[in-house]
């Protein structure tokens, strides 16, 4: 398992950790196989999408932030339940094929770190097999 440490600065925030992921795959000796590529924050999440136009993740975080405000009557005394949601809707993990070496990811398909009670920093464990 390897683990890369990210600082995000925004409350919420995708962050393209695509080349970070990249290089541990090919620092590994795994030709075909699967990459984990885990979040182990429950304030925080993980995803794949497009990473060629911002606007992409730009438009799913406004319509989370619609879907879950900030305040509303939660009980979690922490301020942050909708962290805590969006992070259970988005999930905690993606995994992607191995072949030949290198990820198999689609033409515009990027993996991105997702904060949701930022500014912190956040651990990414990236385990191949
Ligand atoms: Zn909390």
Not at 1 to 19: A, P, V, W, Y
Not at 48 to 61: C, G, H, L, W, Y
Not at 99 to 116: H, M, N, V
Request: one cysteine or more; hydrophobic letters at 35%; proline letters at 3%.
């Amino acid at each position: 398992m390897t683990e890369f440490t990210i600082r995000t600065s925004n409350r919420n925030e995708f962050i393209d950790i695509t080349s970070q992921v990249r290089s541990v795959v090919q620092q590994s000796d795994v030709d075909e196989g699967i990459c984990t590529v885990f979040c182990p924050h429950t304030t925080a999440a993980i995803t794949i999408n497009e990473n060629a136009d911002p606007d992409v993740t730009a438009d799913i975080q406004m319509k989370l932030n619609k879907m879950i405000p900030l305040h509303e009557n939660y009980r979690h005394m922490e301020g942050n339940s909708d962290a805590h949601i969006k992070s259970s809707l988005v999930g905690n993990s993606v995994q992607i094929i191995v072949s030949g070496g290198q990820l198999k990811l689609g033409t515009w398909q990027g993996i991105f770190f997702c904060e949701f009670d930022g500014p912190r920093a956040r651990h990414v464990w990236v385990s191949i097999k």
